[in-house]
């Protein structure tokens, strides 16, 4: 059985349409990592599988089901745009406020969950961000305190929007090669967005490039060439391959960095303003 | 003190309304909603200088607007998020409007110091029993929206996902802070409902780390404001309002010298560092 299933599915925001005609299928247990420019639907595609996002024509699947809010077997990771409120709140006490969050009532945590939850901390090896104050930690830290959350409750489908954003380097590899390997323990397939594809080299089993309402499925070898980029930018573009590294090349200009500094004016939908790297632009860095 | 029937009325009415005042603010502050809070009090005055107009009782036409504004501004949610502007022309509108109400009816002059600044030593016990029920019943709907309003509050996009309706929890929250704003209203006004609903809870949260501790303590501080400041005005004879309002701004101040609690372990560190 497929995690997520596109067929013939168009999806129109406000006149617009984000995605036209998109047919895809992710087998189960893969990493896919999901690229395109700014506003090329990354967000919209996993909001159509989380049932917030109805497309106008074709059918979605997910998990062999139709999408529903609130489906359990989806974990998901949003592009954190809603600045964390400065509580002094302890980063176990974070989690629980989402554990059945949806339900009414009193937010009482019973040990089952607490029990729960430290062990996905410790899987992630988090532990000791359990008592510790969100207004303590670093960007890192709450970026792996989040990705704990999305893993709590056995998800079978992850979906991560821009974990990366606001991390430095270092911690993004971390991020990276955390997902990787939880989730090829436990056979859950990822979506994971982000600006650059060098990070993910190393982690995906293939990528979905999207841009101009398109969507092309494929392995690096398979999508990342250059009419391919060309048809889905619009634009000249040029893939030159270095060193074990990939670089969008337009007229001379690396796209995914110019985007990714860039970013604060593009929206997606239901995206608020969103930051640009922690990289400066004068620092050029590529990891592996 | 406790000889006058006025002063144990006071004590009963402020403090059945500063508990509740303190739990709802607490959320209030979480979600960073105070200035719409502030509005909602000043929405109240037209409809408490309105149903004077017309014959009705004040609290019944503070208790009305404040709800369907309340409710209103819920409806509007992230529209009217951030708005500052937007709602600052409609509390200054319903201001102006309330000012009308009273130029029409003159008589109510008197009251409308009482609405504006309160005036808890005049509560009388038919009023007791209406605070006691409206408080009642504020509890039980938070107690029920709680859980999803917390998650709401505090990961909005995650919550949606996960099937939460956002606009329904910030209506019916809404909503609630409008009853709570109109019991405020009879005890510190309603140009000071900040007092009560916003001070304690925004020194609780400095204080302290975790929700149930948070919520408690801003409900004992609100408690120990209105207490204290009626005691202080009994033997000071300074209004009541000042009094409680004094303690409320020194008890924001004071927890803003003091630190943040903090749980720092050594090691805990050394490894966070390595992440």
């Known amino acids: 059985m497929n995690a997520a299933e596109f067929d013939g599915v168009t999806i129109r925001i406000g006149g617009r349409s984000v995605l036209s005609n998109v047919s895809l299928s992710v087998g189960d247990g893969e990493f896919i990592g999901v690229l395109g420019p700014n506003g090329a639907g990354k967000t919209t595609l996993m909001r159509t599988l989380l049932g917030l996002i109805r497309p106008s024509s074709g059918t979605v699947r997910v998990l062999g089901k139709s999408p529903v809010r609130g489906n359990p077997e989806i974990g998901y990771l949003p592009q954190v745009r809603t600045l964390m409120p400065a509580l002094g709140m302890r980063g176990l006490d974070f989690i629980a406020s989402s554990v059945k969050g949806e339900r009414w009532g009193l937010p009482i945590t019973t040990r089952a969950d607490r029990r729960a939850i430290e062990q996905t901390l410790t899987a992630v090896g988090a532990t000791a961000l359990a008592d510790r104050p969100l207004s303590d930690m670093s960007g890192g830290e709450r970026q792996r305190l989040l990705l704990a959350q999305a893993l709590l409750g056995s998800p079978r489908l992850l979906l991560l929007d821009e974990p990366l954003i606001s991390l430095d380097p270092r911690h993004q590899e971390a991020v990276i090669g955390l997902v990787r390997q939880f989730c090829r323990d436990r056979g859950i397939t990822v979506l994971f967005s982000a600006h650059e594809l060098n990070q993910l080299l190393g982690a995906l089993d293939r990528v979905l490039y999207l841009g101009r309402g398109q969507a092309v499925l494929g392995s690096i070898d398979e999508v990342v060439t250059a009419p391919v980029l060309s048809r889905l930018y619009g634009a000249d573009i040029n893939v030159v391959r270095a060193d074990g590294h990939i670089f969008v090349m337009s007229r001379g200009r690396d796209v995914e960095r110019h985007d990714h500094q860039h970013d604060e004016h593009a929206h997606e939908y239901h995206q608020h303003a969103s930051h640009a790297s922690s990289v400066p632009p004068d620092v050029p860095y590529r990891s592996a | 003190m406790f000889e006058y029937d006025f002063m144990i009325n006071a004590f009963s009415a402020s403090g059945i309304v500063a508990v509740v005042s303190g739990i ?196 004992i501080l609100a408690l120990a404001y209105v207490w204290l400041g009626l005691t202080v005005a009994f033997y000071t004879d300074w209004p009541v309002s000042f009094c409680i309002a004094l303690l409320s701004g020194c008890g924001y101040l004071l927890s803003l010298a003091a630190p943040r609690q903090q749980i720092r372990v050594e090691g805990v560190m050394q490894e966070a560092h390595e992440l």
Not at chain 2, 164 to 193: E, P, T
């Open chain 2, 24 to 219: 709802v603010g607490y959320f209030l502050v979480v979600r960073g909603q105070t200035f719409a809070g502030h509005a909602l009090s000043h929405i109240g005055f037209a409809g408490a200088t309105g149903a004077g107009l017309i014959g009705l009782s004040p609290l019944w036409g503070l208790v009305g607007f404040t709800v369907v504004a309340g409710l209103g501004m819920g409806l509007l949610g992230e529209r009217l998020s951030g708005r500052d502007v937007a709602i600052g022309v409609v509390l200054s509108l319903a201001l102006g409007f309330g000012l009308l109400f009273l130029h029409y009816y003159t008589s109510f002059a008197t009251q409308a110091t009482a609405v504006l600044f309160g005036n808890v030593l005049a509560v009388d016990h038919p009023t007791i029993v209406i605070l006691a029920c409206l408080s009642a019943m504020i509890l039980l709907a938070l107690s029920i929206l709680m859980r999803p309003l917390l998650f709401a509050s505090l990961q909005p996009e995650l919550a949606e996902a996960k099937g939460v309706l956002l606009r329904c929890i910030s209506m019916a929250f809404l909503a609630v802070v409008g009853l709570a704003v109109a019991a405020c209203a009879q005890i510190v006004g309603v140009l000071m409902v900040f007092t009560l609903m916003v001070g304690p809870p925004a020194a609780a949260q400095r204080v302290v780390t975790g929700l149930w501790n948070g919520l408690a303590l801003a409900a």
